[in-house]
């Protein structure tokens, strides 16, 4: 519907939601580990300008029952969906809050770019694959990947990239990077996305296709009587 790419208002609003889906999952002390578009629903009818977080198959706690944060290790696989995954993942490390952040940050990237660098490379195999996808993503800066989004947006990038593995991130300071863009461009807090937009002219259009032919049967009929 929308070329494939988002407009910087719709990808603010999206990216604030998803957000504070993430920030609540990980006051529950879990971690989502795939963080990726296809995760987040958006609803229908009055929740149209809700989103929503779902598919939780592959979430881990990151604390114990003690309330003590899982150790650091290594050597680990890759989990989640590779186009979206964070470095350390590529590097085998325990996945923490910092990973679903900087997944979050590439699908936003996505929603401006319709593509991300890594996409679309051809390869033998998978390994190949996992291979020169983290090659292409680690010597990827953070400036070329943000090139179409405003000075915050690599800001944005650069404080989650800079966390450690325990660091409890600050989710305020997230949000307050994506308003100043909001502000700054003055959008209308209206919670209108550009599918939205579309999805209810399409619908204004086949209202008025149907209304124009019942008139037009209405015509034909009296026609005949």
Known sequence: LCKRTFS????LSLG???????EFLHSRHLLHRDIKPDNFLIGINKNKSTVYICD??????FRDEKGQHIPFKDGKSLIGTVRYASIYSHLGYEISRRDDLESLAYSLIYFSRGSLPWMGVKVKN????YNKIFEIKINSS???????LPNEFVDFM?????????DKPNYQYLKSLLGKMYDKNHYPYDMIFDFTKILIENENKDK??????????????NSYE
């Not at 910087?8 to 990808?11: A, S, Y």
């Not at 008025?208 to 009929?221: A, R």
């Open 142 to 148: 953070i400036n070329s990947l943000c090139d179409k």
């Open 208 to 221: 008025t296709t149907e209304d124009v032919k019942q008139e037009n049967e209405k015509k034909k009929k």
């Open 158 to 166: 650069h404080y989650i990239k800079e966390l450690q593995f325990e």
């Open 8 to 11: 910087l208002k719709t990808i």
């Open 56 to 61: 939780f198959g592959i979430c881990k706690k």
């Open 126 to 129: 998978k390994k190949e694959k």
């Open 16 to 22: 604030d939601q998803m957000l504070c889906r993430i």
